[in-house]
Every structure is written in C-alpha cells, then in structure tokens.
Nanobody, 126 residues
C-alpha cells in the first residue's frame, strides 16, 4: 500500500506563496501520474494539477493557471505544488494523489487515482 504524506500547508495572506510537498512511502512513485486536488469548505473536491510520470507534461485547472505549478522529483519520491499569488478562494484542504492503473493520462478525475494522502490545510486570509 502506497502511503502519501502532504506537508507545507499553513495560514498566509493574500498574495503570499506556499509550496506543498507530497512524499511517498515507496520508491515506485516514478510509475505514477501525480495529482493535486482540493476541497474548500462546503464544496466538492476539485482538480488542481497533474504531472506525468517523467515530469515532462503537466495539466492544471483554469482557476490556478499562471499561479500554481506542479513538479516532481522522482529521486526523492516527492511531488510539489508551488502556489503563488494566493487568494482567499484558494483556501481548502489540499490532497495529493498517485495514479498507477490508468495509463499516463493526466486525469482531472479523482476516481482515476489510486492512492491519496490525508491532506494539508491551506488558509488564505484577506
């Protein structure tokens, strides 16, 4: 069973930056498409960004394009989400996910990811 642990969340002000990390318990993370999702209070979980196994291809939600960047370091079994120009509407619990079984598609669908972390809270104040 792959365990994913997110870190790097916190309370920041509008316009600040944060970098989230997602570290896996296994050395096979390079075989997985990695994704970041978030769930804001009272809302459904939504896709944020995804990155291919090699890291050469990414996809992100329109709401974060130009502000957030996903990356990975397979040697460290870690994926990252760099978040810049944060807004109050970015407040949410952020989850990382690993997808092993649905090919290399950079899916925006949560059901296509096999393993999930427990999340890290990001709160952006005005």
């Amino acid at each position: 069973q792959v365990q994913l642990v997110e870190s790097g969340g916190g309370l920041v002000q509008t316009g600040d930056s944060l970098r989230l990390s997602c570290t896996a318990s296994v050395r096979t993370l390079s075989r997985a498409v990695m994704g970041w999702f978030r769930r804001a209070p009272g809302k459904e979980r939504e896709f944020v960004a995804a990155i291919s196994r090699s890291g050469d291809s990414t996809n992100s939600a329109d709401s974060v394009k130009g502000r957030f960047a996903i990356s990975r370091d397979n040697a460290k079994n870690t994926a990252y989400l760099q978040m810049n120009s944060l807004k109050p509407e970015d407040t949410a619990v952020y989850y990382c996910a690993a997808g092993y079984t649905h090919g290399g598609t950079l899916s925006q669908t949560a059901a296509q990811y096999d393993n999930w972390g427990e999340g890290t809270q990001v709160t952006v104040s005005t």
